[in-house]
């Protein structure tokens, strides 16, 4: 079974400042990470992935995360969080092992930026 | 490119009628979508797998034949929530899988349900 933990449901930064927001995972295999951005009343939108490449992802917007096998994480960072990086962020693991390549998702980070 | 579109964004209907959501890949072509649902302030939960020309594939605990799901072409996943309850009042999120790209997912704006 794989599984996927974000260890905080709101985080609270101010401006300038760096974001930190925490993943875990739980996977039988070698699994395809994602970091995806929930604004209010938009869709979801990709951060950034990891499949087996290189373990520091970049995204868009300036965030990266990074794979780390033995602590079983993929943290996403931003050195300086900005007023429009408000919104809810999904850690999501691929279940690849079915075939089906479904998603699961963490249960959500709430981020406000605060001036 | 990789865009996925949601038809309705919200809608609003009685107890007992059905309502048909429509889920589209715009420039590229989607052998599997998925559809999910979310709770507010909750996360996103797979409902099923949906495959073109073929029967969907439905999470353990949701009705098969309450969420009727077609998957008909490759651009084009319905799903068709029947005889809706209140209860039935969420959040609906579907994604494309690219056919040549299998580790990406691209979402939908999301379908607001209310069922008065």
């Known amino acids: 079974a794989q599984s996927v933990t974000q260890l905080d449901s709101h985080v609270s930064v101010s401006e300038g400042t760096p974001v930190l927001l925490r993943c875990n995972y739980s996977s039988s295999y070698s699994p395809s990470l994602f970091w995806y951005v929930q604004h209010p009343n938009k869709g979801l939108q990709l951060l950034l992935k990891y499949t087996s490449a290189a373990t520091l992802v970049k995204g868009i917007n300036g965030f990266e995360a990074e794979f780390k096998k033995s602590e079983t994480s993929f943290h996403l960072t931003k050195p300086s969080a900005h007023m429009s990086d408000a919104a809810e962020y999904f850690c999501v693991v691929s279940l690849s092992d079915t075939g089906r390549r479904a998603l699961t998702f963490g249960s959500g980070t709430r981020l406000q930026v605060q001036p | ?116």
Not at chain 2, 23 to 51: E, G, H, I, V
Not at chain 2, 65 to 81: E, G, P, Q, R
């Open chain 2, 1 to 116: 490119g990789a865009v996925v579109s949601q038809h309705p964004s919200r809608v609003i209907c009685k107890s007992g009628t059905s309502v048909k959501i429509e889920c589209r890949s715009l420039d590229f072509q989607a052998t599997t979508m998925f559809w999910y649902r979310q709770f507010p302030k909750k996360s996103l939960m797979l409902m099923a797998t949906s495959n073109e020309g073929s029967k969907a594939t439905y999470e353990q605990g949701v009705e098969k034949d309450k969420f009727l799901i077609n998957h008909a072409s490759l651009t084009l996943s319905t799903l068709t929530v029947t005889s809706a309850h209140p209860e039935d009042s969420s959040f609906y999120i579907c994604s494309a899988r690219p056919t040549e790209a299998q580790e990406t997912q691209y979402f939908g704006p999301g379908t607001r349900l209310l069922v008065l």
